[in-house]
């Protein structure tokens, strides 16, 4: 089975800290996807990250996806209450044009 | 605005009834995905459509089904319901099968008394 585990579930923080969620697997994806939902609507997608290694940035996001391509991160820095979401991940595995999606993070960040 | 349409946005229907949700894919999509999500939880796949043709099925209960129109909108049916179907049902669509970005519609909120 493969598995998309994103860490942690929930978070809540300050406005004005650092944060960074992780999106975890023991399969390799030709590529990954990063959303944030929030509440009461869809999903938005915020990047695509293809090339091990990659790196890109989202004004105060940035996303990482891992050298063997099995992870992803996405570090947020000087966090604001209008980042509040449910961050999801979405990979497709090598072979497989189906994405699969991780549970997602719950952010929260107060004022 | 995704250009992802769904209708109704809020429904609210007894145990053992049927319900039908509509999807307007954005213009020139071909790909069209439900999924349910249920309060604070992540995101299920049911089922995808590609140009009319079922492609992937998930966790989709038999008492669901859906279909893709020629027009290629798309009606998820929820039949026989439980209070356990309540949730929010997405639509989203692509340009075509694969891992693309996915457009998500607003949602339909089930409520199931």
């Known amino acids: 089975t493969q598995l998309l585990e994103q860490s942690p579930q929930f978070l809540s923080i300050q406005e004005g800290e650092n944060l960074t969620v992780y999106c975890n697997s023991s399969?390799?994806?030709?590529?990954l996807q990063w959303y944030r939902q929030e509440p009461g609507e869809g999903p938005v997608l915020l990047v695509t990250?293809?090339?091990g290694g990659e790196v890109k940035k989202l004004k105060r996001l940035t996303f990482q996806f891992g050298d063997a391509r099995k992870d992803s991160s996405l570090h947020i820095t000087a966090a604001q209450p209008g980042d509040t979401g449910l961050y999801l991940c979405?990979?497709?595995?090598?072979?497989?044009?189906?994405?699969?999606w991780g549970a997602g993070t719950k952010l929260i960040i107060k004022p | 605005d995704s250009g992802v349409t769904q209708t109704p946005k809020h429904l609210i229907t007894a145990t053992g009834q049927r319900v039908t949700l509509r999807c307007s894919p954005r213009?020139?999509?071909?790909?069209v995905y439900w999924y349910q999500q249920s309060l604070d939880q992540g995101l299920q796949f049911l089922i995808q459509?590609?140009?009319?043709?079922?492609?992937a099925k998930g966790n989709i209960l038999e008492r669901f089904s859906a279909q893709q129109f020629p027009d290629l909108h798309s009606e998820l049916n929820l039949s026989s319901l439980e209070l356990g179907d309540s949730a929010l049902y997405f639509c989203?669509?692509?340009?075509?099968?694969?891992?693309?970005?996915?457009?998500f519609g607003p949602g339909t909120r089930l409520t199931v008394t």
């Open positions: 989203a669509s692509s340009v075509r099968t694969g891992p693309y970005e996915q457009y």
């Open positions: 213009s020139g999509d071909l790909s």
């Open positions: 459509y590609y140009n009319g043709e079922e492609r």
């Open positions: 399969s390799v994806f030709s590529s």
């Open positions: 990250v293809v090339t």
């Open positions: 979405a990979g497709a595995p090598l072979g497989n044009y189906q994405l699969i």
